[in-house]
């Protein structure tokens, strides 16, 4: 069975249909990459796994639980982490902190109360924060970063969680060609072993990367398979790739 | 940090058995340990957890009132009205012929004492429960505050012939005294030690994430409401024991005292001393209430223009308070130093490999001008 | 019974009038510009002593309207440029800065005026009542005070709605650095709908003067009204108000008549706050798309 199972969203908002019946599924240790033009829903289809807003009609399956309708922090729980399109973190806390906050524990009020960190708790930190390579930025507060590095200690705080799904909404948006190459490379690394589900308009990045794709256009599955299958879809090049375009 | 705590706790804790009893000091001194934890009942939620409440003193009044009505009905046990009842005088006043019986219990000191307490707790834990579970926080949260504070003092004056209106509660035997004082000073040290757990421990931390960034912290699987109602709940409790122990000190309590003015007053205390910081309440509730002490005498007119000019030099040049602008300075000063330090050394490396002197230093045997 | 009911009705309209009256202008600067004027009661208590001031000198509420929408309005500007311009990101600390704001018009009045009451009459015109049901006189000051509140909703959705002023503002408040690159300047936009928004405190307490004594500290209650009224209402949605003030102001006028005002208020206060729970945004709040 799918990690992650679409069947049937819809989503209207005020009179117009965003996602239209929508079926989708991950599997497990996938990295999914989910294209598609501005508006063809990709965004409101995360913001709804990640249940930021209720779909109108259909059901979400995560890891066997039906998780339509729950609210953010128990779907995380449940496993899913999310990846904003705008780098979104503890702004005045520092680096250190922004990870160490997001480490996989128990989230009740009462049993985190008087809990420190433990050694390896401290040990996993300094990992995550080797691995995005912002361990000599530990004790910066975060609104001291580079866009960029935002982008990674967002990404490290995501891996912190420990989740069954990361949900990546764009993070190379404002990037460098080098800093977007870098990242690449990252959420390869990332991918050996989670199940990411990347959003991505950065076709050369998405080559690079992708070995399977979704493409959505108007709140619809368009086109799924191998990357090359999919972009020598003659629909898909028409909607997405523009006609006639080379790629 | 440590020594300096310890001399201000000396200081405070000796200064009554130095001047005697009997001082001014002594009981502005008591007051201002109440205003200070207030100050630091606001701070945990505003400071730290990024929830702006106008009406925190309505725990604070509620806790007051409680602990006031406990030691007049006990007053008037001993001290007959003119009539010769034995009830509080303003029930007499306002035609009651009897003590009500809803507050007979009250006769007994600790349950009004745990009233005090728990009444304003679990108030505070209904309001957080209908506003932080639906999201309702920033202005709004302020102005319903601010509306709850003003309504409670509009009820207190109406049912005056049970609060004593106006007039507030007066003439009732308080506890003025060294032993009441070091009592409120070892509660004002518990307060700040689970305050310094409290923010300094991994809630603390999760509690400045959810100042920072609430919806992101939700998408990291906190319930980010049931810890704003957690911690607003823990500073009513502080708050309603401020209260308490005030209404025991001063012995006079009035509607003034669950006011929005009142809670306003603390929020800048927090704010001139420091919000965010521990130390920072104590500072401005000393300070600014000590301020007022000294010119409010000679500047009756002007200590209110002064205040409001102090609202707006802290929001405008201040953000930080003292306590948080002396961090940063310290800080950008050790920095400053450490790379100074650090220019001047390559600059000496440089020297020494090119056998050249320091910049700026004249060369010895030449003329500086 | 029906007859005391509907007098008590009309009752709550004079009430609603007052609270819409008060509330405009503030849902204009809070709603607009989205700027927290904590001096909002201040403001309403200047325009009362203009009025005053206007009546000692010989004229009446018509001639105090303009006088104290003036006055007031030039006071905003200067609270704009002084204070708010400086911290339009930072809503909680506008809070407190205007919170100060307020303290010190207070102070500053009571020092010009000293502390005694003024007394501001109504125009001769509008003396006397009409008995619009049974025995129960209904002054034609409320009447006016209705009418005031019609014409002071309809001149605000004008200028939002149908002058070229109004789009400026409408897209400033839709997207702000988009509407800065079309050129229109965002910071001229919010010093002029501030101080409109003053504008409108100060005709508020113009009008308001001669139903309630000219006190320094009398602008507080109106604030504290205006707020709850927009908050039940909705922030950014002039509907709001109009909405917002007739239930508060049926609701307590009603409540009162049943139990006392204090309760009416508790009651209406309850009821705002499970209205919140409802609608998060207030009743009209909802239609703001994020």
């Not at chain 2, 919000?275 to 409010?296: D, H, M, N, Q």
């Not at chain 3, 709001?240 to 006028?253: D, F, S």
Request: glycine share 10%; with cysteine; proline share 3%.
């Amino acid at each position: 069975m799918a990690l992650l199972e679409v069947k049937g969203l819809t989503t209207r908002v005020s009179g117009y249909t965003i996602l239209d019946n929508l079926d989708f599924s991950v599997e497990e240790n996938e990295l999914r990459v989910l294209l598609g033009p501005n508006g063809a829903g990709k965004t409101t289809l995360i913001a709804m796994i990640t249940g930021q807003f209720r779909p109108t009609a259909g059901k979400i399956h995560f890891a066997g639980q039906d998780i339509t309708g729950w609210s953010p922090d128990a779907i995380f729980l449940a496993g899913i982490s999310r990846k904003f399109q705008v780098p979104n973190m503890y702004e005045t806390l520092s680096v250190y902190d922004n990870v160490m906050v997001s480490l996989q524990s128990d989230r009740k009020v009462f049993k985190y109360m008087f809990k420190g960190v433990t050694a390896a708790e401290d040990e996993r930190i300094w990992e995550i924060l080797d691995f995005v390579e912002l361990a000599g930025k530990a004790s910066d507060p975060a609104d001291t970063l580079a866009h960029g590095e935002r982008q990674w200690l967002e990404m490290g705080m995501l891996i912190a969680s420990n989740p069954k799904l990361l949900l990546l909404d764009e993070p190379t948006t404002g990037m460098t060609p080098d800093g977007k190459q870098r990242t690449a490379a990252l959420i390869q690394k990332i991918a050996r072993n989670h199940t990411v589900l990347l959003v991505e308009h950065d076709m050369h990045l998405v080559r690079q990367i992708a070995r399977k794709v979704t493409v959505l256009h108007q709140g619809q599955v368009l086109a799924e398979g191998a990357l090359d299958e999919v972009v020598s879809n003659k629909t898909v090049r028409e909607v997405y790739l523009g006609k006639g375009k080379r790629h | 940090m440590l020594l300096l705590g310890a001399a201000v706790v000396a200081v405070i804790g000796g200064f009554p058995v130095v001047a005697g009893t009997d001082s001014y000091i002594l009981l502005l001194l008591g007051k201002f340990l109440c205003y200070a934890i207030f100050a630091l009942s606001i701070d945990l939620i505003w400071g730290f957890t990024g929830i702006l409440s106008l009406g925190q003193a309505v725990y604070f009044g509620i806790g007051a009132y409680f602990v006031a009505l406990s030691l007049k009905i006990n007053y008037a046990l001993d001290h007959p009205t003119r009539y010769g009842n034995k009830f509080p005088d303003f029930m007499e006043w306002n035609g009651l012929k009897a003590l009500p019986h809803f507050m007979e219990p009250l006769v007994s000191t600790p349950f009004a004492v745990a009233c005090a307490l728990i009444v304003p707790t679990a108030l505070a834990f209904i309001f957080g429960v209908i506003t932080f579970k639906r999201h309702i926080y920033g202005v709004y949260c302020a102005v319903i505050t601010l509306a709850e504070s003003l309504i409670l003092q509009e009820f207190i004056i109406e049912y005056q012939a049970y609060t004593g209106g106006f007039n507030g509660i007066t003439d009732y035997s308080n506890y003025l005294g060294i032993p009441f004082l070091w009592f409120m000073l070892a509660v004002t040290i518990a307060f700040f030690l689970i305050a310094r757990v409290l923010t300094h421990s991994r809630i603390g931390t999760v509690l400045k994430s959810i100042r920072d960034n609430d919806l992101r912290a939700q998408f990291m699987g906190y319930n980010v409401a049931n810890y704003r109602i957690f911690v607003f709940c823990v500073s009513a409790f502080m708050s309603a024991a401020a209260g308490a122990m005030y209404a025991a000190w001063v012995g006079i309590i009035s509607y003034l005292d669950t006011g929005p003015v009142f809670s306003v007053e603390g929020v800048i205390w927090t704010a001139v001393g420091g919000r965010a910081t521990l130390i920072g309440p104590f500072l401005g509730a000393f300070l600014v209430k000590g301020l007022e002490f000294l010119l409010s005498g000679v500047l009756a007119a002007f200590w209110q223009l002064l205040v409001g000019l102090l609202f707006i030099f802290v929001v405008l040049v201040m953000p930080d308070g003292i306590v948080g602008s002396i961090a940063h300075w310290l800080r950008r000063h050790r920095k400053g130093t450490l790379t100074q330090l650090r220019e001047e050394q390559d600059l000496l490396a440089h020297d020494r490999e090119h056998d050249w002197q320091p910049a700026g230093v004249p060369r010895s045997g030449e003329e500086s001008v | 019974m029906t007859q005391a009911l509907i007098s008590q009705i009309l009752i709550g309209v004079s009430v609603t009038a007052i609270l819409v009256i008060s509330a405009i202008g503030l849902a204009v600067i809070f709603g607009v510009a989205g700027v927290i004027n904590m001096a909002h009661g201040q403001f309403i208590m200047v325009g009362a002593y203009t009025a005053a001031v206007i009546g000692k000198m010989g004229g009446n509420t018509f001639v105090a309207i303009p006088v104290s929408f003036v006055v007031v309005a030039l006071l905003g500007l200067a609270v704009e440029r002084g204070v708010i311009r400086w911290i339009y990101d930072r809503p909680l600390e506008t809070l407190l800065a205007t919170w100060g704001v307020g303290i010190i018009l207070e102070v500053v009045m009571k020092l010009i005026f000293g502390p005694e009451l003024y007394y501001v009459g109504a125009p001769k015109v509008l003396a006397g009542s009409v008995h619009l049901v049974g025995r129960l006189p209904y002054p034609y000051y409320r009447l006016f005070l209705i009418v005031v509140a019609i014409l002071m909703v309809a001149a605000t959705f004008y200028l939002i709605f149908r002058t070229d002023f109004g789009l400026k503002v409408r897209a400033v408040r839709r997207n702000r650095a988009m509407s800065g690159c079309l050129g229109i300047d965002t910071a001229k936009i919010d010093m002029m709908i501030f101080m409109f928004g003053s504008g409108l405190a100060g005709i508020a307490g113009a009008v308001l003067a001669p139903i309630k004594s000219v006190s320094t500290t009398m602008g507080f209650r109106y604030a504290v009204d205006s707020y709850m009224t927009i908050v039940l209402g909705g922030v950014g949605n002039l509907w709001g108000v109009p909405t917002g003030g007739g239930l508060i102001g049926e609701g307590e006028t009603l409540l009162a008549y049943k139990f006392n005002s204090v309760i009416g208020e508790l009651l209406v206060f309850i009821f705002i706050v499970i209205a919140i729970r409802v609608f998060p945004r207030g009743i009209f709040g909802y239609q703001e798309r994020r």
